[in-house]
């Protein structure tokens, strides 16, 4: 049974060409394709389908699957001549069916053409069918076999290599990639070891092991997020760079791996930011914002991506009503791409804008943003989710909430004690907390935030404890109750001193 949510969704996601598409396809067919049509108005103006005259209530599920079933045809239709694989797999059909009508030049003839474009393209995956169907035609057409067939079975064997060489790329891109989207950016000399262990690996020192486009892609990728992961501002740059050359100065079909393109692009804006070097980080926005495709996963990554590193520039400059300006119009476009369950960068846009909202003193609104992370069981990102539990309880004491404070602070606690998580700067804040839920005299308030300032301030230098003071300027938010001054003040001072 198909749900009318799922309905809603893919109608939704269409585009005009796919949904007029649709229209045509239904009208060719009479009866059922008609109701279909019906339905899927609508659908299309978002409303529920509670009767139709054309339908019982008994039948309504199927209804609902036909025209489920008719859309996707439909865009199948659609597609048929544009998606490389999609073409090959008609073309390997129209092969067959030439062989079995006998027509065996003419199923060769095709098949050697077809062959040679999966070669030069790297569709690997079609040649062992496209062999098999080969040697059948050897013998049907009586070529001599002594030398044909065993050069089949080298040709085989070439192209086991080349796939052999992307599952071994493809393996360590999956174990690196795990480890980023749990742990987050690298934090102790434990963590570092097991990204070492994998950029370790004799594959990933040249990239002539590197056999295949595919491969090639993979080993910058791996490079990009190992660089990334352990916070090398300049050699993440600097390997984005070197795999946006790869793609432009390749013959590569950039549609292909839109997926890894968009990864490339995005870790070079957030390189440039990390950077400062705010002009070239705009300039990079601009540029993957204007790249054209349909999917719309990534679009939405694209927007999401560009929008948290917007937010984060106006948070280092302290131009935090300017962002809250901003974060209006982000929902507002988001709205048009709403997805299942957050992303990576989701989680990351919902900590900058409570993050923003805290700045401009609009403390309810920030709360609410941070616990649209904290009310979801996530497994991503551990550092984020980390972090947001220590704003929160940043945000509950200037809310004024201390009897809450209390339960909070033995709950974030426990969490980052379960998940090793309580560092050198996250025992620091705890303590602090702690210790202000049973203060309330000025000067002693005063003396605490003094204290915790030449903690933090101390852990600066310290290489993995600089991520968690980027994440969040407690030290500035420190030195504005301290100093009866601004939070966004301080923020901007500090930026304009730099």
Known sequence: MIAEESIFRLIKSLNKNEKGFFVKYSKRHKSQNNLSLDMFYYYDRGRKIRYHKKI?????????????????????QYYANNLP???????????NFLFNKALYAESYKELKKLKSF?????????????????????????????????????QEQFVIKKLQNISEFRKLY???????????????????????????????????????????????????????AIADDYKTNQSALKMIDFFKSSSININRYIKDYIFAYITLIISYYDLGDYQN???AIKEIRELKTGLVDEKRGILINTYNIELSIYIVTGRFDEGCSKINSIVSSLNKHRSDKPTVAEIILYFYSSYILFGAGRFEESLGWIN??????????S???????????????????????VYIIKSTYRYLYKRNKIHKTEA????????????????????????????LTSLKNDPYEKIALGYFDIISWLESKIYKRNFSDIIRETYSAK
Do not use: W
Not at 372 to 381: A, E, F, G, Q, V
Not at 433 to 449: A, M, P, Q, R, S
């Open 118 to 154: 999966c070669l030069k393209e790297e569709y690997f995956e079609f040649i062992f069918d496209i062999i098999k169907i080969e040697r059948y035609l050897i013998l049907k057409l009586n070529f001599e076999i002594k030398n044909t067939l065993p050069a089949l079975y080298e």
């Open 174 to 228: 999956v174990e690196i990639s795990i480890l980023l989207r749990e742990k987050g950016l690298v934090r102790n000399e434990k963590e570092r070891k097991k990204f070492f262990k994998i950029i370790s690996n004799p594959l990933l020192n040249n990239i002539k092991h590197a056999l295949t486009i595919e491969s090639k892609i993979l080993f910058y990728s791996i490079q990009t997020i190992y660089y990334l």
């Open 281 to 283: 980080t705009m300039t």
């Open 428 to 455: 620091a804040i705890l303590g602090f907390l702690k210790k202000l839920t049973k203060v309330f005299d000025e000067e002693n308030l005063i003396e605490n935030f003094a204290i915790l300032h030449r903690k």
């Open 383 to 405: 550092d984020i989710y980390s972090m947001a539990r220590i704003l929160n309880l940043i945000i509950h004491y200037e809310l004024n909430n201390r009897e809450l404070l």
């Open 56 to 76: 019982t209530q008994n039948h309504f599920s199927a209804a609902k699957k036909y025209l489920y079933d008719n859309i996707l045809n439909s865009l199948n």
């Open 372 to 381: 649209k992370i904290l009310n979801r069981d996530l497994l991503i990102r």
């Open 85 to 95: 694989t999609k073409l090959i797999a008609n073309k390997l059909c129209s092969i």
